[in-house]
């Protein structure tokens, strides 16, 4: 990688002589891909780094080719990579700055600094992801700032800043669900999604915060349908897709049963009247009569479909 490095730099001293602007971007994104390339390997200790570097080339190439309209289509190639480099730098930012768990954390305000540090390259993605019409990539980067969001809004310094907090988590949060809700293939990331707002929701304060919570996890219903694993197998048989969806959505069905029999657990404890407590009884019969059954390759079903099918009902 080193000596590719040299290489390319030394590359771009021709490409500039002789003015030749698509080939010096072309080597600016090598570039960037060797910088890459580097932050994954084992002994490097300083990923970030790399990943910074890796960003610079891509502005670098933007900047030699001037703007869009001269060179359209290696301008969006560099866009891409730019705003899917900064999505990465902001999410390592966020989980070496709070950690991986789910659900707010309990420490002290962030700097400005370290907040910028984590939102402003997820929103330069965003905004790059909504210029190129990558609707799916904008989801995601949506899904990560909510996800910044909803860890910090506990710990600021004022009632405005905890509004403004939660505001932002709401709005992310919503521009993410509203997309990969409908979006074939992308079940296992709404089902993720909608546990992670879950998750949000039962930090709130209040019986509220909790019956939305499993509303959340009863968005998932559809996802689970025998329609959606039937398609699944289509495109697996065609060789499109994502080859691992099934085992993915199995291992997620025993999350989203956990995940709902916690909730209507809470709620049995705080709410009055039997709604909540038949909703459980549903859940916890159906969890000892589908023990160690995860999927029915007779008729293509998840077990958690039916499950949350007679829940919906109730509900």
């Given at each position: 990688?080193?000596?590719?490095?040299?290489?390319?730099?030394?590359?771009?001293?021709?490409?500039t002589k002789c003015h030749?602007?698509?080939?010096?971007?072309?080597?600016?994104?090598?570039?960037?891909?060797?910088?890459?390339?580097?932050?994954?390997?084992?002994?490097?200790?300083?990923?970030?780094?790399?990943?910074?570097?890796?960003?610079?080339?891509?502005?670098?190439?933007?900047?030699?080719?001037?703007?869009?309209?001269?060179?359209?289509?290696?301008?969006?190639?560099?866009?891409?990579?730019?705003?899917?480099?900064?999505?990465?730098?902001?999410?390592?930012?966020?989980?070496?700055?709070?950690?991986?768990?789910?659900?707010?954390?309990?420490?002290?305000?962030?700097?400005?600094?370290?907040?910028?540090?984590?939102?402003?390259?997820?929103?330069q993605s965003l905004d790059?992801?909504?210029?190129?019409?990558?609707?799916?990539?904008?989801?995601?980067?949506?899904?990560?700032?909510?996800?910044?969001?909803?860890?910090?809004?506990?710990?600021?310094?004022?009632?405005?800043?905890?509004?403004?907090?939660?505001?932002?988590?709401?709005?992310?949060?919503?521009?993410?669900?509203?997309?990969?809700?409908?979006?074939?293939?992308?079940?296992?990331?709404?089902?993720?999604?909608?546990?992670?707002?879950?998750?949000?929701?039962?930090?709130?304060?209040?019986?509220?915060?909790?019956?939305?919570?499993?509303?959340?996890?009863?968005?998932?219903?559809?996802?689970?349908?025998?329609?959606?694993?039937?398609?699944?197998?289509?495109?697996?048989?065609?060789?499109?897709?994502?080859?691992?969806?099934?085992?993915?959505?199995?291992?997620?069905?025993?999350?989203?049963?956990?995940?709902?029999?916690?909730?209507?657990?809470e709620l049995v404890k705080?709410?009055?009247?039997?709604?909540?407590?038949?909703?459980?009884?549903?859940?916890?019969?159906?969890?000892?009569?589908?023990?160690?059954?995860?999927?029915?390759?007779?008729?293509?079903?998840?077990?958690?479909?039916?499950?949350?099918?007679?829940?919906?009902?109730?509900?």
């Amino acid at each position: 990688l080193a000596a590719a490095k040299t290489w390319f730099l030394e590359s771009i001293g021709y490409f500039t002589k002789c003015h030749d602007i698509r080939n010096i971007a072309l080597v600016r994104c090598n570039l960037a891909q060797g910088c890459k390339l580097s932050s994954s390997l084992p002994h490097i200790l300083d990923v970030e780094s790399c990943l910074q570097e890796a960003a610079s080339n891509l502005n670098l190439a933007h900047e030699a080719l001037g703007q869009r309209d001269e060179h359209p289509i290696s301008w969006d190639n560099v866009s891409s990579e730019l705003a899917a480099t900064l999505l990465v730098i902001g999410v390592r930012r966020r989980q070496r700055i709070l950690g991986g768990k789910a659900g707010p954390i309990s420490a002290q305000k962030l700097s400005p600094g370290e907040e910028a540090s984590v939102c402003k390259p997820i929103e330069q993605s965003l905004d790059i992801y909504k210029s190129l019409n990558n609707h799916r990539q904008a989801a995601a980067a949506h899904y990560q700032l909510a996800l910044y969001f909803s860890k910090v809004w506990t710990f600021q310094r004022d009632e405005s800043k905890t509004r403004e907090k939660l505001a932002n988590t709401f709005r992310h949060y919503i521009a993410a669900h509203s997309y990969f809700r409908s979006s074939p293939g992308d079940e296992p990331t709404f089902v993720v999604l909608c546990i992670d707002m879950s998750n949000f929701y039962t930090t709130l304060p209040g019986r509220d915060g909790f019956i939305k919570a499993l509303s959340c996890v009863m968005d998932v219903v559809d996802s689970f349908s025998e329609s959606r694993v039937l398609a699944a197998r289509e495109r697996m048989l065609q060789g499109v897709g994502d080859k691992e969806w099934l085992v993915k959505m199995i291992e997620l069905s025993q999350a989203v049963e956990q995940k709902i029999t916690s909730i209507l657990l809470e709620l049995v404890k705080i709410e009055k009247g039997d709604k909540y407590k038949d909703m459980y009884r549903v859940a916890l019969s159906h969890q000892m009569g589908t023990a160690n059954q995860n999927y029915n390759e007779i008729n293509d079903t998840i077990p958690v479909h039916t499950l949350l099918v007679r829940l919906r009902d109730i509900f």
